[in-house]
């Protein structure tokens, strides 16, 4: 089924199911989709709204559980299958995050690698308040190895053409418009449509969102 929905309606839609998340443990709500599909603003947003109708949040990012550089472009900077496979941890997200949420753990690690300066990090645990809920937000969190550590899971979709216009933006200290669409072309955009074909992500997500108009996001499931 797909319903096309205002902004607001669509955050309104998708806090009613995070609220609805029982608050005896924390719970654990991923936010996936690929580079440029919407998804680091719509976490954002949704952590607001939840927030303000008084559930805590505490927001993470994948993007902090990174890969050294040495292993993130071993199968060359524009292989598809080098990014899915190599550029992010799940492993360390998984044991410093989403397995404590799972048993209940009070405390987590936010990050494991600091992507800027391409190094380890090993900040201080965070506190969990009663009936936190830990939203994560990046790429690729649907793998095998993590899809069945959410509570709930909302996927974000753009059409090829919106991604690639977002990432010239975006992205423009990768390079010229043109080595930008050559990467998302080759890398990222091939890597999103590997995982698709491997993973099959679709059927994993509790929330599939169409946002190649994020004025009028559109929900497919």
Request: hydrophobic share 45%; proline share 7%; charged share 30%.
């Given at each position: 089924?797909?319903?096309?929905?205002?902004?607001?309606?669509?955050?309104?839609?998708?806090?009613?199911?995070?609220?609805?998340?029982?608050?005896?443990?924390?719970?654990?709500?991923?936010?996936?989709?690929?580079?440029?599909?919407?998804?680091?603003?719509?976490?954002?947003?949704?952590?607001?709204?939840?927030?303000?109708?008084?559930?805590?949040?505490?927001?993470?990012?994948?993007?902090?559980?990174?890969?050294?550089?040495?292993?993130?472009h071993a199968q060359g900077?524009?292989?598809?299958?080098?990014?899915?496979?190599?550029?992010?941890?799940?492993?360390?997200?998984?044991?410093?995050?989403?397995?404590?949420?799972?048993?209940?753990?009070?405390?987590?690690?936010?990050?494991?690698?600091?992507?800027?300066?391409?190094?380890?990090?090993?900040?201080?645990?965070?506190?969990?308040?009663?009936?936190?809920?830990?939203?994560?937000?990046?790429?690729?969190?649907?793998?095998?190895?993590?899809?069945?550590?959410?509570?709930?899971?909302?996927?974000?979709?753009?059409?090829?053409?919106?991604?690639?216009?977002?990432?010239?933006?975006?992205?423009?200290?990768?390079?010229?418009?043109?080595?930008?669409?050559?990467?998302?072309?080759?890398?990222?955009l091939a890597a999103e449509?590997?995982?698709?074909?491997?993973?099959?992500?679709?059927?994993?997500?509790?929330?599939?969102?169409?946002?190649?108009?994020?004025?009028?996001?559109?929900?497919?499931?």
């Amino acid at each position: 089924m797909t319903t096309t929905a205002g902004r607001e309606e669509l955050l309104v839609t998708l806090a009613a199911m995070v609220l609805a998340l029982p608050d005896d443990r924390p719970q654990a709500v991923g936010v996936t989709g690929m580079s440029c599909s919407g998804k680091t603003t719509l976490a954002a947003e949704l952590a607001a709204v939840v927030v303000g109708a008084g559930r805590p949040v505490l927001s993470v990012a994948y993007d902090d559980f990174h890969h050294p550089r040495e292993r993130r472009h071993a199968q060359g900077r524009e292989s598809a299958a080098g990014y899915l496979d190599d550029a992010f941890d799940p492993e360390a997200l998984d044991r410093l995050v989403l397995r404590p949420v799972v048993e209940g753990a009070r405390r987590i690690v936010t990050a494991s690698y600091d992507l800027a300066e391409d190094r380890p990090v090993a900040p201080d645990p965070v506190d969990l308040a009663d009936g936190s809920v830990v939203l994560v937000e990046g790429s690729f969190l649907l793998v095998p190895a993590l899809a069945d550590r959410w509570d709930l899971s909302v996927m974000t979709v753009a059409e090829p053409g919106r991604v690639i216009e977002r990432a010239v933006v975006r992205d423009a200290d990768l390079g010229p418009p043109e080595r930008v669409r050559e990467l998302y072309l080759r890398r990222y955009l091939a890597a999103e449509a590997l995982h698709q074909e491997r993973d099959d992500p679709w059927s994993r997500a509790d929330v599939v969102v169409d946002l190649t108009d994020p004025t009028a996001p559109r929900l497919l499931s």
